[in-house]
């Protein structure tokens, strides 16, 4: 298999979450033409292909957010959804499938990472409690520092007049900015997003209703709860829901093996924090021993700006051949 032209028929099969069933149609068909006999595990609508269980794992998911940019290469990277989230790891492990000749390791392709992360939280159902190697892109550094994570709406209620005569209104939108203000300026040491924020209309009158989509993510050393109390306290006069919540966590034994097999490799050991939530929350909430490597800069993924080059998925793939070896 030549690298760019698989990234390319990856990348050009789209697969937002909720949409993956071609690519795992083409996934399979190609697994067996190299000689492995994949597993469609099929639940609840998601489908997740494995491939060799085993007591150690590489994991990656299938899911990308909706299309923004199609494929493209420009000599020294590669562009397009998903060509760096996560379907350049993809093409590092098929790569790797087909040059090693004994497979020790498992294979889990995921569905449904960009959404609600079902995929993962069906795979550990059925195969318990093991290690593995999340690929998302850290620029070949292992993230072995996940950061926790929690995501909120706030519903604020205001009272309605006439536009002109604010005076005897409450403006919920400003009620709402007050309150991302007051929530930056106390959360030290806690990132934070404003994601979305909806609110007001055409209509000539003080905004009643503003409702606001926050993301908060922080080290390990900084617990849920203290984030989560924080939060909550700053936004006593909201309505909130809890959309999402994970702590962080720092990675055990298979972080070892990984630099071990990364040195094997010929690479230079460098370490990360995984910033955004992945798989690995899943697997390690099930009692997993797990670590975050990839090829591609997370920072661009999600835009129409991600991309990778073709080098680091080259790379990813020595590193998972060195790993295969190292398993006794």
Known sequence: MEVLELLRDLVEIPSPSGKEGKLVEYLINLLEEVGYSPILLEKEGIKDIIVNPSDIWIVTHLDTVPVKRKFEFDGTYAYGTGVCDTKGSITAILLALEEIDELKFGVALLSDEEEGGMGSRIFVEEFGKAKAIVMEPTSLRIANVHYGSL???????GIPAHGAMVEYGKNAIDLAINSIFRVRENLKGVKFLVQEIRGGGEEYVVPE?????MDFVFPPETTLSEVKSKVLGILKDAEVEILEES???VSGEIASLLEDAVRTAGLKVEHAEMHSWTDAVNLKNAGWDVVVFGPGELQFCHTEMERIDPKEIFKAKDVLVSLNDLIT
């Open 151 to 157: 995501e909120i709406l706030a519903k604020f209620k």
């Open 247 to 249: 702590e962080g966590f």
């Open 209 to 213: 209703e503003c409702t606001v989509r």
